[in-house]
């Protein structure tokens, strides 16, 4: 019979079993955790109201909505403001859903040293 490396320990060992079974349930709470962002809206508006996105709390971009007449879509000016303020719109929205999935995802991931960021998860990083 092979001798347990962490019986020097005292406390009679370690179980192993124990902690992989903690490991899959944190692995398990964080995909629904994960799944309950991706259902989740979070809106970035610019101008006014002239240009608001939609992203969920995972950073996808789901839905842009420009206020009619506020763009004259045959000048060129007004075009490149357009896309410039859907990008400014979209990065409002992505910075909500960022606090949204810090704050979701925070209490499971401050036991793991570093925060969801180094566990690659979309929308975390």
Same mark, same amino acid.
Request: no cysteine.
């Given at each position: 019979?092979?001798?347990?490396?962490f019986?020097a320990? &005292?406390?009679g /060992?370690f179980?192993?079993?124990?902690?992989?079974q903690?490991?899959q349930?944190?692995?398990?709470?964080?995909?629904e955790?994960?799944?309950n962002?991706a259902?989740?809206? +979070?809106? &970035?508006? +610019?101008? /006014?109201?002239?240009?608001?996105? @939609?992203?969920?709390?995972?950073? %996808?971009?789901?839905?842009? @909505?420009?206020? @009619?007449?506020e763009?004259?879509?045959n000048?060129?000016?007004? =075009?490149?403001?357009?896309?410039? =303020?859907? +990008?400014?719109?979209?990065?409002?929205?992505?910075?909500?859903? %960022?606090?949204?999935?810090? %704050?979701?995802?925070?209490p499971? @991931?401050? /036991? =793991?040293?570093?925060?969801a960021? &180094?566990l /690659?998860?979309?929308g975390?990083?």
């Amino acid at each position: 019979m092979t001798q347990n490396p962490f019986d020097a320990l &005292g406390g009679g /060992g370690f179980d192993m079993n124990a902690l992989l079974q903690q490991a899959q349930q944190m692995q398990q709470q964080l995909e629904e955790a994960q799944a309950n962002l991706a259902r989740q809206t +979070v809106d &970035g508006t +610019v101008a /006014g109201g002239a240009v608001s996105v @939609t992203a969920n709390g995972v950073g %996808e971009l789901v839905g842009v @909505t420009i206020r @009619t007449g506020e763009f004259d879509g045959n000048d060129p000016d007004d =075009l490149s403001d357009l896309s410039d =303020l859907i +990008v400014a719109a979209y990065r409002d929205a992505r910075a909500k859903s %960022e606090a949204l999935a810090s %704050e979701s995802m925070g209490p499971l @991931t401050d /036991g =793991l040293g570093g925060g969801a960021g &180094g566990l /690659g998860l979309p929308g975390l990083g």
